[in-house]
């Protein structure tokens, strides 16, 4: 039973904290609020596998992190999930991005996460290979790179 999702600086929001009880949880909210976002990352902790699109992470100063928590009822034994996301900006081009990203009102608009899905489905459909991936959105080539490599 998952009974506590943390998530920093992955997805839309800047932090996420929630315990989950032992009885229902019910999230409600208008469309694009993050309903079945929550959902594909409590999927990706306990199998390891996006279902359709991966939550990518913000670039900032903060590593992004999932962290879930886990307690077996049978047992009694609990686990944690936790993945940080490491991409390296190098320092002399960090202030330099981020004032971009910032100027350009770019950093966590929706229509930025929805162009990134869209690279990525292309990339997962054949439409689009590694490289052409690495040209038009670089972060989520290298991590597909890094991905293949564990």
């Given at each position: 039973m998952l009974t506590e999702l943390h998530l920093k600086r992955v997805g839309p929001a800047p932090q996420f904290d929630v315990k989950i009880g032992e009885r229902l949880k019910i999230f409600t909210g208008?469309?694009?609020?993050?309903?079945?976002?929550?959902l594909d990352v409590i999927w990706y902790s306990l199998t390891g596998t996006w279902v359709d699109n991966p939550a990518f992470p913000q670039l900032t100063e903060e590593t992004p992190q999932i962290c879930c928590k886990f307690i077996n009822q049978t047992t009694g034994e609990s686990k944690t999930f936790l993945r940080s996301f490491d991409f390296e900006v190098p320092p002399e081009q960090r202030q330099r991005a981020d004032f971009t990203l910032q100027r350009l009102r770019l950093r966590?608009?929706?229509?930025?996460?929805?162009?990134?899905?869209?690279?990525y489905q292309l990339y997962l459909d054949g439409d689009l290979t590694l490289e052409g991936l690495e040209k038009k959105a670089p972060l989520i080539a290298r991590a597909v790179r890094k991905h293949q490599q564990s």
């Open positions: 208008d469309n694009g609020l993050g309903k079945t976002f929550l966590d608009d929706e229509r930025v996460i929805r162009q990134r899905q869209q690279w």
